[in-house]
């Protein structure tokens, strides 16, 4: 499909459909738009938007962040799970003050090179933030492309060519790219979804490769979730929440009673690796530096 009758039908379907979300407000900003995007990654949208609300009203700016010792940033994650994120967006914050003097930069490869950002965020915020002609790549876009272009039921795995697809599918014009990136995505979560596509309202159904061909069961290859309840990230999260709610514990008070002694001494040493908690004289934290 070229990108011309996509963008046509994409950019006014968007401007009426397009959800209200704080990140889309004029002048939200990049810092803004980095940490929603950290925020979004594997997290619905509706549990996010309070989440960030209250991260921004606590830390406006990078400087801000960078600050706080990095418990304060794992606290403050709270329950929004993978909490290696928070983590991350902290080392973030202090590499921007360092080097880029406390603003966000535009340049893709400087993004890149903020601890915890790959393709997909760095080019957000360099579209969505800076308004530069990127490709920007995320699951719902990945299954727009796989259906309306490659007739396909369910992307494959993620790849680097997803970028140069969506890449052939953007106007010219940076401020349209932006829209239809935007726009796909949209379309992938609330129209294009996963388990039952709304195909009678999709502005692109006429033209929909997938559609056309009858909507084929195509094989889904793509890499499942392990399942969350009984997992060694169950247990992590139990370790997290039990050091933000009752703070620094001996290391074998913590989760005593948890039903599986070696799952819990797993999740402590797993979290001591990814430097989420530290331990002194015996005793477990957050991370203080």
């Known amino acids: 499909m070229p990108a011309l009758p996509l963008a046509a039908r994409l950019i006014p379907w968007f401007a009426r459909e397009k959800r209200d979300l704080p990140w889309r407000a004029p002048g939200f900003g990049a810092w803004g738009v980095l940490v929603s995007e950290f925020m979004l990654q594997q997290t619905p949208v509706n549990r996010v ?10 830390w406006p700016t990078p400087t801000a962040l960078a600050a706080d010792p990095p418990a304060e940033a794992v606290k403050q994650w709270a329950n929004l799970g993978y909490p290696r994120r928070a983590l991350w967006l902290h080392r973030a914050a202090v590499e921007i003050r360092d080097r880029h003097d406390g603003v966000v930069p535009r340049e893709i490869d400087a993004l890149l090179a903020l601890t915890g950002i790959g393709d997909y965020t760095a080019r957000a915020v360099a579209a969505f933030a800076y308004g530069d002609r ?8 990945r299954r727009v492309i796989a259906r309306a272009v490659q007739g396909r039921a369910q992307p494959g795995p993620p790849h680097r060519r997803d970028l140069t697809d969506m890449e052939a599918l953007l106007p010219h014009d940076p401020a349209d790219a932006a829209v239809v990136n935007a726009a796909a995505m949209e379309l992938g979560a ?71 002694a070696l799952q819990r001494d797993r999740a402590i040493l797993s979290l001591l690796d990814d430097g989420l908690v530290e331990v002194e004289h015996g005793v477990l934290h957050l991370p203080r530096s």
């Open 49 to 58: 938007i309070p989440h960030l609300k209250a991260w921004l009203e606590r």
């Open 190 to 260: 609330v129209v294009c979804t996963a388990r039952s596509p709304r195909c009678a309202v999709c502005p692109l159904e006429d033209v929909c490769a997938w559609v056309l061909a009858g909507r084929p069961d195509t094989p889904d290859l793509r890499r499942r979730q392990a399942r969350y309840e009984g997992s060694d990230r169950q247990a992590r999260g139990a370790v997290l929440r039990a050091l933000r709610e009752r703070g620094a514990q001996p290391q074998d008070h913590v989760l005593a009673d948890w039903p599986d």
């Open 134 to 141: 990127h490709p920007v790549v995320d699951t719902n876009t």
